[in-house]
């Protein structure tokens, strides 16, 4: 599982634009910020809004486009092998405790599906070219929050923030 962060405009949360985005009928002149991104194609099998309300857009029985140019763990092309979910937020900024129970529930009802062994961010997978969902996701919180479930994860040098199990 790979997760990302977004909001439409960057910072504004709760309206239609991230759905519109994901279901292409964004509108590119409601706002400056779309102009720059216009024509973007991407899509993403879950987005986790502040409230921790879960959307899907894409089976997990497909490939969805999140991930780019991507490695993880010696595996090249994480779009092919992975789960992508879009936290509403912005890069670097906090999370909602709402956003994380609903990741937790999320892991645990994919796992009956799917064998997640991994999770990690944007930013671990593509470093250096993507920094999403950034030093305000708290890792430690999901890890509290997932108890004995063992998923391999980002380690910070040091830090031991998400451990390998
Ligand atoms: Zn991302």
Redesign the pocket.
């Known amino acids: 599982m790979v997760l ?3 909001s439409l405009p960057p910072g504004c949360y709760g309206g239609p634009e991230v759905e519109q985005l994901f279901t292409n009928t964004l509108d590119w002149d409601a706002h400056p910020y779309f102009d720059g991104i216009r024509g973007l194609k991407v899509s993403a099998h879950f987005f986790i809004r502040r409230s921790g309300e879960v959307l899907q857009f894409v089976s997990t029985l497909d490939r969805a486009w ?1 991930a780019g140019a991507s490695t993880w763990q010696g595996r090249d092309q994480c779009n092919d092998h992975s789960v992508g979910v879009e936290l509403e937020g912005l890069e670097g900024s906090p999370f909602e405790s709402a956003q994380y129970r609903a990741l937790n529930a999320l892991v645990r009802s994919l796992g009956c599906l799917h064998p997640l062994t991994d999770i990690a961010g ?1 930013e671990h997978i593509a470093p250096g070219r ?1 920094g ?1 969902p950034g030093p305000g996701f708290d890792w430690a919180e999901l890890k509290n929050l997932m108890g004995e479930l063992s998923l391999r994860g980002p380690t910070a040098p040091g830090d031991g923030t998400f451990s390998a199990p």
């Open positions: 990302h962060s977004i999140h944007h993507k999403d």
